[in-house]
């Protein structure tokens, strides 16, 4: 089996590790070795988190250079993760921005990214960008802005897992009330890249 690393970035709130534990379970059902591991900024106030994925491999650890797929699901922490990647790596960043508190209290000011994302397309040949909460918000719940991602991923062929192995572990480890939004996110997702 091909070694795959990746690594999946944001901040607190935005369910990367729900994300993380959906395609770490996908993985087990289809018999596919995966090693996961999160680092908790302070997650809770806002921070960065971030889970790395080994799938095939004998280490969580992904080094400068060595991720084989960067999902960003806010803009910024894409920018922090960039020398992480390959240069054939797939990048996939949600456009839609988390305002820290600091800025939004006056304190500090949130990068323009518009430069950077230039720059970034110039070096990487696969970066998409996708407004996954305009998405999420469509599927019925501005919080599976993680499901779009995941859907995204999937529907890119970045994964080694189904993509309908991943809807039923969905289905296994959300309650049920929650099965419909994030099936339709993940949809969503899934194929946005196909349509545009």
Do not use: W
Request: charged share 25%; glycine share 10%; aromatic share 8%.
């Amino acid at each position: 089996m091909k070694k795959i690393k990746g690594v999946i970035v944001g901040v607190g709130g935005q369910g990367i590790i729900l994300l993380t534990r959906i395609l770490g379970e996908a993985c087990v059902k289809a018999n596919i070795p995966i090693i996961l591991s999160e680092v908790h900024g302070m997650a809770q106030r806002g921070g960065v988190v971030e889970s790395s994925v080994s799938i095939g491999g004998k280490s969580p650890y992904v080094g400068e250079g060595e991720a084989d797929f960067i999902i960003a699901l806010e803009p910024a922490e894409a920018l922090r993760f960039v020398r992480r990647a390959k240069k054939e790596a797939t990048f996939i960043v949600n456009t839609a921005k988390v305002i820290p508190s600091l800025v939004k209290d006056g304190l500090g000011e949130y990068p323009d990214l518009e430069p950077f994302f230039e720059e970034v397309k110039n070096y990487f040949k696969n970066i998409y960008f996708v407004n996954a909460e305009e998405l999420a918000k469509q599927a019925g719940n501005v919080k599976a802005v993680n499901v779009v991602m995941l859907g995204c991923a999937s529907g890119l062929g970045i994964l080694p897992v189904s993509a309908d192995v991943i809807k039923e572990t969905i289905c296994k480890l959300l309650p049920e009330r929650l099965h419909e939004v994030n099936l339709k996110a993940f949809e969503l997702g899934y194929n946005y890249f196909n349509k545009n």
